[in-house]
Structures are given as structure tokens and as C-alpha cells.
Nanobody, 126 residues
């Protein structure tokens, strides 16, 4: 089992940057594929980005491709989401989520994930 805690959210102007962190506890962190999912007010949760536990494979939603970068440091049990060129439509609660997986697998459906953090708020002003 893995526990996840997100941090790094906040208020930023359009065009700015934020880096979110997802800290995991549990000795088997390296066996989990990790995803970032967001939920805007009044909307369903939306897949943002995912990374395999090996770190070798990543995948992004079209809406964030070329602006966001997901990475992980398995020694530090942490996954990051670097968000650049932020837009007001990026405003949401951002969750990291995990699923036990083989080394190069990742998941792009919200329903694929078993473990969730509590979320961190990102607000982008225009």
C-alpha cells in the first residue's frame, strides 16, 4: 500500500509556473505507476499526466502537452509535475494517484488508479 501527499499548489498569474510534488510513503513506491489528475469546479476529474515506475515512459493529455512535465525521483519517493505557461483553464484541484504496475506501464484513465492523495489547489488568474 502507498500513501500520497501533494504540495506546491497556489495562486499564479497566467503565463506563470508552478511545480507540484507528490510525496509517497511505503517501501514499494518504486513499483507504482503515478498519475496526476485534476478536477475543476463543477467538472469531472480529468487525466493530466502519467509516468511509469521506471520513469522511462510518460504520457500527457493534449491540453497540457508541451507545457507540463512529469518526472519522478524514486530515491526520494517523490513525483513532480512542472507546470509552465499556465492558463486560467488549468485552475483545479490537482491529485496524484498510484497503481501497482510493471516497470514500463502507465495508466491514462482516472478509474485505473487505486490510491489517491488529498489534492492541492492550483488557481491561475487572468
Amino acid at each position: 500500500q502507498v500513501q500520497l501527499v501533494e504540495s506546491g499548489g497556489g495562486l499564479v498569474q497566467a503565463g506563470g509556473s508552478l511545480r507540484l510534488s507528490c510525496a509517497a510513503s511505503g517501501r514499494t513506491f518504486v513499483s507504482y505507476a503515478i498519475g496526476w489528475i485534476r478536477q475543476a469546479p463543477g467538472k469531472e476529474r480529468e487525466f493530466v499526466a502519467a509516468i511509469s515506475w521506471s520513469g522511462g515512459n510518460t504520457y500527457y493529455a493534449d491540453s497540457v502537452k508541451d507545457r507540463f512535465t512529469i518526472s519522478r525521483d524514486n530515491a526520494e519517493h517523490t513525483v513532480y509535475l512542472q507546470m509552465n505557461s499556465l492558463k486560467p483553464e488549468d485552475t483545479a484541484v490537482y491529485y496524484c494517484a498510484a497503481r501497482l504496475a510493471a516497470a514500463r506501464l502507465l495508466y491514462v484513465k482516472v478509474s485505473d488508479y487505486n490510491y489517491w492523495g488529498q489534492g492541492t489547489q492550483v488557481t491561475v488568474s487572468s
